[in-house]
């Protein structure tokens, strides 16, 4: 196994003094070490997973998601029904749900939850996850009636993800913008107690929770506190997680896999099945990528196979693919290494190589500005620049730490971006990204074209399984030549279990690992 530098030591050191919490507490706190933050815990206003990560744990959803990714299962809904044209979704509640601030949740709540979202004034994020709502209401205190304008065939999937979060919107109306920021008060396992930016989140055991989703078998929290910690180095949160003072990571170093399942002391979990895509993004109206060709020639340009082998170590999966569902999508031609024929197109595109190893064009550098979120990118980046270098195009890279970086990710400034998101299904993939509603987030590519709103949209609304995908394959087909990603490959979850902790079993949703934390406990 590889010894940790002695330069991180004193990072180690640091770790552990910045966890007065977890001393405070030892017997029934459990320490989270995560990579990434969130710009807020607000369900319809962020995308950013560091924000699902503790949403699942202190909000709770209607549906609840298996492990297989694909199979809805009571939450605070208890059970539902669909009317034959799949128009109509009548649930019924659990009545002994309370928010952590001892508010009993109805279906008020619920129907006022999906009001605050949809308002055009609240600027909620990915709509189309509640489907094309026709009207949300509450015929009595434990039934919901949601009715849609047509047929939506993922919604009980959807109804999973954390952008259904139920949400007191007495608090909403209280703290205004401050909403998820100073405060947040939920029906989850845990109760958010505090956030201190680049540092941590703190949860407290919700008092009387018995009514998680069915997949676990006791539905109770195990512990007092859960701490979600910031800790940017990957070899510190290794080292923290193998010596115990640590609990639990999704966010350990790939190469150091195979030596965590020797270790008798520590469980290690692989989420299965698992959809996440690294990839970088190109602006389609930036003068330099407007070009197809250049688009396809700086895909061709990049040597996934090596890259995927020097940042992951095999633990994962070169993307021939933009993504890693089985919808078919052409030939992919262009997701493939192949310097000699990104020279070619590039010549061919008027972009001559000058005397100091870059392209030019009219006077003008073949040079793109890249926006990304600082951490792990900084690796994969270097090797992405390596490549491009080589056929003669300038990558200018900018990092930004993940509390200011979604802010620089909404801006037209930047011609290319790094992003890496989790999706249960081709459907849910491409609706994220590519709607022309979504411009500018998440659909950052500025990528407007009718025929795939309008394939979207009748792959959405499809009740026949193979004639959705179908439907979607042409979409992704169309996205596939337009080369408006390069997708550099697909990940793995494994989720590491620290000394103190018993088993704890990865979920693959939206890549959080841990999903509602119900099975986290003490050894």
């Known amino acids: 196994m590889k010894s940790l530098p002695q330069t991180l030591a004193p990072l180690v050191l640091g770790c552990l003094a910045m966890l007065p919490l977890a001393n405070a507490w030892a017997e029934t706190t459990v320490t989270i070490l995560r990579e990434l933050e969130s710009e807020r815990y607000d369900p319809p206003r962020t995308t950013a997973r560091g924000a699902a990560e503790v949403l699942f744990m202190a909000g709770d959803t209607l549906v609840g998601l298996d492990y297989d990714m694909k199979t809805p299962v009571p939450a605070v809904a208890k059970s539902w029904t669909v009317s034959p044209d799949g128009l109509t979704y009548t649930f019924q509640l659990r009545q002994d749900v309370t928010f952590c601030s001892g508010k009993k949740m109805t279906a008020k709540d619920v129907v006022a939850t999906y009001d605050h979202w949809l308002d055009p004034e609240t600027k909620g994020l990915e709509k189309w996850r509640a489907g094309p709502v026709d009207s949300i209401t509450a015929p009595d205190d434990y039934t919901v009636v949601y009715k849609l304008k047509q047929p939506y065939n993922e919604l009980l999937t959807q109804m999973a993800h954390y952008m259904h979060t139920i949400i007191n919107i007495d608090q909403v109306k209280a703290l205004g913008k401050d909403f998820g920021v100073k405060a947040f008060d939920g029906t989850g396992p845990y109760c958010f107690v505090s956030w201190t930016p680049r540092d941590q ?27 979600w910690k910031i800790v940017p180095e990957e070899s510190t949160r290794l080292t923290a997680v193998q010596g115990g003072q640590a609990d639990l990571s999704r966010y350990l170093p790939q190469w150091s896999i195979k030596d965590l399942k020797a270790d008798k002391r520590l469980s290690v979990s692989k989420a299965d099945p698992f959809y996440w895509t690294f990839f970088l993004g190109f602006k389609l109206d930036k003068p330099v990528l407007a070009d197809v060709n250049v688009r396809r020639a700086l895909n061709l340009a990049i040597n996934r196979k090596a890259l995927t082998e020097a940042i992951t170590f095999g633990e994962a999966t070169p993307a021939t693919s933009m993504l890693a569902t089985s919808t078919p999508a052409g030939k992919n031609e262009y997701f493939r290494y192949d310097p000699a024929e990104a020279n070619r197109l590039l010549d061919a595109a008027g972009w001559k190589m000058g005397s100091d190893g870059y392209r030019y064009k009219d006077g003008q550098k073949l040079s793109i500005l890249h926006y990304g979120i600082a951490g792990y990118w900084k690796d994969i980046l270097e090797a992405v620049q390596g490549d491009m270098k080589k056929v003669g195009a300038e990558l200018r890279v900018q990092l930004f730490d993940s509390t200011a970086a979604w802010g620089k990710l909404a801006t037209q400034e930047f011609d290319e971006f790094s992003m890496s998101f989790g999706y249960m299904s081709t459907g849910e993939a491409l609706n994220s990204y590519f709607l022309s509603s979504s411009i500018p987030v998440p659909n950052r590519m500025n990528w407007r074209d009718a025929d795939t709103d309008r394939w979207l949209a009748e792959g959405a609304a499809s009740l026949d399984p193979a004639k959705a995908d179908a439907t979607l394959s042409q979409a992704l087909t169309k996205l596939s030549e337009a080369a408006v990603w390069i997708p550099l490959y697909h990940d793995s979850l494994y989720l590491v279990a620290g000394p103190r902790l018993k088993p704890v079993r990865a979920h693959g949703i939206f890549g959080t690992g841990t999903y509602k934390g119900l099975d986290i406990e003490l050894k």
């Not at 929770?209 to 006791?218: E, N």
Request: proline share 11%; charged share 35%; glycine share 8%.
């Open 201 to 227: 989140v703190v949860l407290k055991r919700h008092e009387g929770y018995d009514w998680g989703p069915a997949i676990y078998k006791d539905p109770r929290p195990k512990v007092d506190r859960i701490v």
